[in-house]
Nanobody, 127 residues
Framework: QVPLVESGGGSLQAGGSLSLSCAVP????????MGWFRQAPGNARVGVAA???????SYADSVKGRFTISQDNAKNTLYLQMNSLKPEDTAMYYC?????????????????????WGKGTLVTISS
Protein backbone atom coordinates (compact mmCIF):
# COMPACT_ATOMS: atom_id res chain seq x y z
CA GLN A 1 0.00 0.00 0.00
CA VAL A 2 1.27 3.48 -0.90
CA PRO A 3 -0.06 6.24 1.34
CA LEU A 4 -0.99 9.40 -0.52
CA VAL A 5 -1.98 12.53 1.37
CA GLU A 6 -3.34 15.51 -0.53
CA SER A 7 -3.46 19.06 0.73
CA GLY A 8 -4.00 22.56 -0.57
CA GLY A 9 -7.62 22.54 -1.60
CA GLY A 10 -9.88 25.47 -0.90
CA SER A 11 -12.44 27.94 -2.15
CA LEU A 12 -11.70 30.97 -4.27
CA GLN A 13 -13.04 33.06 -7.11
CA ALA A 14 -12.55 32.40 -10.78
CA GLY A 15 -9.28 33.62 -12.17
CA GLY A 16 -7.34 32.79 -9.05
CA SER A 17 -4.58 30.28 -8.43
CA LEU A 18 -4.20 27.34 -6.12
CA SER A 19 -1.47 24.80 -5.49
CA LEU A 20 -2.15 21.24 -4.45
CA SER A 21 0.39 18.93 -2.81
CA CYS A 22 0.53 15.19 -2.46
CA ALA A 23 2.92 13.75 0.09
CA VAL A 24 4.11 10.18 -0.37
CA PRO A 25 5.94 9.21 2.82
CA UNK A 26 8.71 6.69 2.35
CA UNK A 27 8.25 6.47 -1.40
CA UNK A 28 11.37 4.97 -2.96
CA UNK A 29 10.22 3.44 -6.22
CA UNK A 30 12.51 4.14 -9.13
CA UNK A 31 9.93 3.76 -11.89
CA UNK A 32 6.42 5.06 -11.50
CA UNK A 33 3.82 7.43 -12.73
CA MET A 34 1.69 9.69 -10.58
CA GLY A 35 -1.13 12.02 -11.34
CA TRP A 36 -3.94 14.27 -10.33
CA PHE A 37 -7.49 13.32 -11.04
CA ARG A 38 -10.73 15.11 -10.28
CA GLN A 39 -14.33 14.24 -9.80
CA ALA A 40 -17.16 16.73 -9.87
CA PRO A 41 -20.52 15.84 -8.29
CA GLY A 42 -22.43 13.48 -10.53
CA ASN A 43 -19.50 13.01 -12.88
CA ALA A 44 -16.92 10.31 -13.38
CA ARG A 45 -13.39 10.69 -12.11
CA VAL A 46 -11.09 11.98 -14.84
CA GLY A 47 -7.40 12.55 -15.26
CA VAL A 48 -6.09 16.11 -15.06
CA ALA A 49 -2.32 15.84 -15.14
CA ALA A 50 0.26 13.12 -14.71
CA UNK A 51 4.02 12.70 -14.59
CA UNK A 52 6.35 9.74 -14.63
CA UNK A 53 9.70 9.00 -13.03
CA UNK A 54 11.44 10.33 -16.13
CA UNK A 55 9.62 13.64 -15.95
CA UNK A 56 7.32 13.02 -18.89
CA UNK A 57 4.02 14.81 -18.35
CA SER A 58 0.52 14.48 -19.68
CA TYR A 59 -2.34 16.96 -19.38
CA ALA A 60 -6.02 16.94 -20.08
CA ASP A 61 -6.95 19.36 -22.84
CA SER A 62 -9.19 21.28 -20.45
CA VAL A 63 -6.24 22.31 -18.26
CA LYS A 64 -3.38 22.67 -20.74
CA GLY A 65 -1.70 26.02 -20.33
CA ARG A 66 -3.33 26.59 -16.93
CA PHE A 67 -2.18 23.69 -14.75
CA THR A 68 1.35 22.47 -14.15
CA ILE A 69 2.31 19.19 -12.52
CA SER A 70 5.68 18.80 -10.88
CA GLN A 71 7.46 16.61 -8.39
CA ASP A 72 10.13 17.01 -5.75
CA ASN A 73 11.76 13.64 -5.33
CA ALA A 74 13.80 14.80 -2.34
CA LYS A 75 10.58 15.65 -0.53
CA ASN A 76 8.56 12.75 -1.97
CA THR A 77 5.93 15.25 -2.97
CA LEU A 78 3.80 15.76 -6.05
CA TYR A 79 2.41 19.19 -6.88
CA LEU A 80 -0.30 20.65 -9.05
CA GLN A 81 -0.15 24.38 -9.71
CA MET A 82 -3.52 25.60 -10.94
CA ASN A 83 -3.83 29.04 -12.51
CA SER A 84 -6.68 30.90 -14.17
CA LEU A 85 -9.14 28.73 -12.34
CA LYS A 86 -12.67 28.41 -13.67
CA PRO A 87 -15.94 27.37 -12.01
CA GLU A 88 -15.81 24.17 -14.06
CA ASP A 89 -12.58 23.26 -12.24
CA THR A 90 -14.65 22.73 -9.11
CA ALA A 91 -14.21 19.14 -7.99
CA MET A 92 -12.63 16.80 -5.52
CA TYR A 93 -9.02 16.40 -6.56
CA TYR A 94 -7.27 13.08 -6.00
CA CYS A 95 -3.62 12.16 -6.07
CA UNK A 96 -2.88 8.74 -7.56
CA UNK A 97 0.12 6.54 -8.19
CA UNK A 98 1.26 3.49 -10.08
CA UNK A 99 4.45 2.05 -8.65
CA UNK A 100 5.10 -0.24 -11.60
CA UNK A 101 6.67 0.78 -14.89
CA UNK A 102 3.76 2.65 -16.42
CA UNK A 103 2.29 2.15 -19.86
CA UNK A 104 2.40 4.80 -22.53
CA UNK A 105 2.12 8.46 -21.48
CA UNK A 106 -1.13 8.63 -23.42
CA UNK A 107 -2.55 6.32 -20.79
CA UNK A 108 -1.34 8.17 -17.71
CA UNK A 109 -4.64 10.03 -17.37
CA UNK A 110 -6.72 6.87 -17.27
CA UNK A 111 -8.17 5.96 -13.89
CA UNK A 112 -7.37 2.33 -14.63
CA UNK A 113 -3.64 3.11 -14.92
CA UNK A 114 -3.34 4.08 -11.26
CA UNK A 115 -3.18 1.62 -8.39
CA UNK A 116 -3.18 3.80 -5.30
CA TRP A 117 -5.35 6.77 -4.39
CA GLY A 118 -5.48 9.51 -1.83
CA LYS A 119 -8.67 10.57 -0.11
CA GLY A 120 -8.93 13.80 -2.04
CA THR A 121 -8.95 17.52 -1.42
CA LEU A 122 -11.85 19.76 -2.41
CA VAL A 123 -11.44 22.69 -4.79
CA THR A 124 -14.37 25.08 -5.18
CA ILE A 125 -14.25 27.91 -7.69
CA SER A 126 -16.98 30.53 -7.70
CA SER A 127 -17.84 32.83 -10.57
Amino acid sequence: QVPLVESGGGSLQAGGSLSLSCAVPGYTYSTYCMGWFRQAPGNARVGVAAIDSGGITSYADSVKGRFTISQDNAKNTLYLQMNSLKPEDTAMYYCAANTSPCPRPQWYLLVSTMHYWGKGTLVTISS
